[in-house]
């Protein structure tokens, strides 16, 4: 799992230090990271919003978004990449780590190109 520090630099810069975000600009990193983190589907759209980004309309809490987060696919390698998502699915989520930098990499490999709001949960 990814520290405080970590997270505040590759994440918190946009999504806030305690992952609460900005309505209307960047959306919150709480509950759902748990919820989506706990099916395959899930998991897949966590993956793919970090490495390939996500744009396009989102809702989150009644609040809609609209908006453009870029994927990290060259800043970030597979096992920053599962730290980081641990992160906010144990400290936000209050939930358990489940990725590693393998099963990163293996969603990664299924996921491909697909684009993120295609495989985003409800
Ligand atoms: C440059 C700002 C920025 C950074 C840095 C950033 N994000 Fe985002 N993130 C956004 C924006 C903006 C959206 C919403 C995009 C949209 O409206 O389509 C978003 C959306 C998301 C979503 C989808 C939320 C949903 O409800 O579908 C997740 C998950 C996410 N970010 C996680 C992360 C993680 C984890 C990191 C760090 C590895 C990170 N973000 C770094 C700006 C950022």
Known sequence: MAEHGEYVKACGICHLEAGEGVPGAFPPLDERMTRWSGTEQ???YLV???VNGVNGQLEVNGVSYFSAMPGMAHQ???GQMAALLNFVI???GD???VFTESSLDEIRTT???VSSLG???N
Request: net charge positive.
């Open 42 to 44: 899930g998991r897949r």
């Open 48 to 50: 793919n919003v970090v």
């Open 76 to 78: 970030l390698t597979s």
């Open 90 to 92: 144990v400290q936000f």
């Open 95 to 97: 939930g358990e780590a």
């Open 111 to 113: 996921n491909g190109a």
């Open 119 to 121: 495989l985003r949960p």
